[in-house]
């Protein structure tokens, strides 16, 4: 089970770090990635990060301005949000893939990843 915490209501140009923490497993062996979804439209790809954390991507809307970790002692994945504008206010969901040992890659499509958390709200206001 993935849960979300972290979310809120900041100013823009604030910051927010989202956290996503997997309760009964380890996200060690784990594709992991953070989605977004607004009332109306298609939930949205934001970062992912790969098994052995080598490689990472990012949407175009939040590159240079969002970052994607992960802690294995503390069996928790991160969304470092910086300079948040009104249009990245959404509901946030991480979501987790397993993969194999020698799988680096990332993934992008929601379809990809079996297990999601129940989101949380961000909310940046103008």
């Known amino acids: 089970q993935l849960v979300e915490s972290g979310g809120g209501l900041v100013e823009a140009g604030g910051s927010l770090r989202l956290s996503c923490e997997a309760s009964?497993?380890?996200?060690?062996?784990?594709?992991v990635a953070w989605f977004r979804q607004t009332p109306g439209k298609e939930r949205e790809f934001v970062a992912a990060?790969?098994?052995?954390?080598?490689?990472?991507d990012f949407a175009e809307s939040v590159k240079g301005r969002f970052t994607i970790s992960r802690d294995s002692v503390k069996n928790a994945a991160y969304l470092q949000m910086k300079n948040l504008k009104p249009e990245d206010t959404a509901v946030y969901y991480c979501?987790?893939?397993?993969?194999?040992?020698?799988?680096?890659?990332?993934?992008?499509?929601?379809?990809?990843?079996?297990?999601w958390g129940q989101g949380t709200q961000v909310t940046v206001s103008s």
């Open positions: 979501a987790s893939r397993p993969t194999t040992y020698y799988d680096g890659a990332v993934y992008y499509r929601g379809d990809e990843y079996p297990d």
């Open positions: 009964g497993r380890s996200l060690v062996g784990y594709a």
């Open positions: 990060l790969s098994r052995n954390n080598g490689m990472r």
